[in-house]
């Protein structure tokens, strides 16, 4: 415990315009000693309702996910980082549990919590969104983000972690426009970075995962008992794989068409 009364820890939000999300995450942890906020351009009320809440703020032009994330971390002074998006928020549950475990100075080097996402105002057990345990809270230094866009992960090289009970509330979508427009994003970013990682899409990418992707998200990870919501996920799913594939061979066909285009002149 800080002189504050707050417990030693940066929260750490990367954000562009989520006017809409940022209050209920900032007061929801305002247990934190610090509040950094990492900003891409917004436009709305984003840095006026950062500011109001205290945080440090700092402009930096979109990077990806894990560049903008390890930014994120780096700015954080306090010797914990908790670092969130803006479109989540910490349950009473799992503020009761943060607490608790810093009564003391914790014995381990990073804390997962189980995420719940939200879709409108369904909680989703199924379909693979629950339960996701996360390692969003760690002791600075001990771990760095990774992954490959916009998939990022937090990378552990801690000494030990353990879990905290209660959910971290994640609201996902606010309806199907929302999740396709999204999804149509990570698409795009996501076969970016297969592209940079010298992956290629073959016709059996395009013809055989999208299928996959829907069949495992509605039948395995069992969807299906989340009635309209799950089936919507599976059918974004497929969506989502499938125009990740596709345009990762969009690129390939681009780049062949530009090397002949080269070679002809």
Not at 207 to 231: C, D, E, K, N, T
Request: glycine content about 8%; hydrophobic content about 40%; proline content about 4%.
């Amino acid at each position: 415990m800080t002189e504050t009364g707050k417990l030693p820890i940066s929260l750490v939000v990367i954000a562009a315009n989520e006017e809409r999300n940022l209050p209920r995450c900032l007061k929801a942890a305002d247990f934190c000693s610090e509040i950094v906020v990492v900003d891409s351009g917004s436009t709305d009320r984003t840095l006026e309702i950062a500011a109001g809440h205290g945080a440090h703020i700092f402009h930096r032009p979109w990077s990806g996910f894990v560049a903008q994330k390890n930014f994120a971390c780096e700015q954080a002074s306090q010797p914990w980082v908790l670092c969130l998006d803006a479109d989540e928020m910490i349950s009473p549950e799992l503020r009761h549990s943060i607490e608790r475990s810093f009564q003391n100075e914790p014995p381990v080097d990073g804390f997962e919590m189980n995420r719940h996402s939200i879709y409108g105002d369904k909680l989703i057990n199924h379909s693979g969104w629950y339960p996701q345990w996360r390692l969003f809270l760690f002791r600075r230094g001990s771990a760095v983000w990774g992954g490959t866009d916009p998939h990022a992960e937090v990378i552990f090289h801690g000494k030990q972690k353990t879990r905290l009970k209660g959910d971290l509330f994640h609201y996902t979508y606010t309806g199907i426009r929302h999740h396709v427009a999204k999804n149509m994003t990570f698409a795009r970013e996501a076969a970016e970075s297969m592209h940079a990682q010298g992956r290629r899409a073959t016709w059996p990418d395009l013809l055989a995962r999208a299928p996959w992707a829907m069949f495992r998200s509605y039948v395995i990870q069992r969807g299906f008992l989340s009635g309209f919501h799950g089936l919507v996920i599976a059918a974004v799913a497929g969506f989502y794989t499938f125009l990740k594939y596709a345009m990762l061979r969009e690129i390939q066909m681009r780049e062949k068409r530009a090397t002949r285009e080269k070679e002809e002149r």
